[in-house]
């Protein structure tokens, strides 16, 4: 079920650094954080100088189905400059959720490989980013278009790889679930214990009888 949406993201963050001076400005964000399972994916996306047709249907990737994300994929994809990067499962146990969080937004605005002067991300900070005109924006999906296409990209990328690595290490339901922590995720665990792709510092949070 889609969270409660606060208004479908627009320009303004953008056209606001712009006025304070910067002029290549990427949009980035997460997907994965709260997963028992898998990687914590991030992307960084820069618009098109010029908006396009598909600016209107661009929203936090959380409201869209799965379709319209993933034609919003292509699309972003084709017109935008777009990097991705994910942290797997084991470093995320040996520096954590926020840490990992970070290191994959970082990569994620590296492999953009533009000299960027302006940086919109969802509410995470980037201290080690320096960028000279840079924003972290509470629910940034819901407000930014460039901050929403990085979630599709995000998004979109890691639940694919979900999918394959459901057939990898069958029983668990990642294709449905995408590793989160589902009832039938959790009766899982309980049956099969954890995988190698399983984040041991998530699943001890669970009062579960694991093998």
């Known amino acids: 079920m889609p969270s409660k949406s606060i208004g479908k993201p627009t320009l303004a963050y953008e056209l606001k650094l ?5 002029t290549i400005i990427a949009g980035v964000d997460e997907a994965g954080r709260g997963s028992l399972a ?11 100088d010029d908006p396009l047709p598909w600016f209107e249907q661009v929203n ?10 993933e034609k919003l994929y292509k699309q972003i994809i084709n017109d935008a400059h777009v990097g991705l990067a994910m942290v797997p499962s084991n470093v995320i146990d040996q520096i954590g959720i926020i840490k990992a969080t970070q290191k994959a937004m970082l990569q994620a605005i590296d492999i953009v490989n533009l000299k960027l002067d302006g940086l919109l991300i969802d509410a995470v900070d980037l201290p080690e980013a320096h960028i000279e005109h840079k924003l972290s924006i509470i629910r940034g999906d819901q407000l930014s278009i ?13 639940d694919t790889l979900m999918k394959d690595l459901d057939h990898q290490f069958p029983g668990y339901g990642w294709a449905r679930n995408k590793g989160y922590g589902t009832e039938g995720h959790q009766k899982a665990l309980s049956k099969l214990g954890p995988s190698s792709l399983h984040r041991q510092t998530f699943i001890t949070k669970f009062d579960l009888p694991l093998t």
């Open 18 to 22: 712009a006025r304070l001076g910067a």
């Open 146 to 158: 460039s901050i929403a296409s990085a979630s599709i990209i995000a998004k979109v990328a890691r």
């Open 60 to 69: 936090d990737s959380k409201q869209l189905t799965s379709r319209i994300r």
């Open 38 to 48: 898998g990687p914590v994916a991030a992307a960084a996306v820069i618009l098109p």
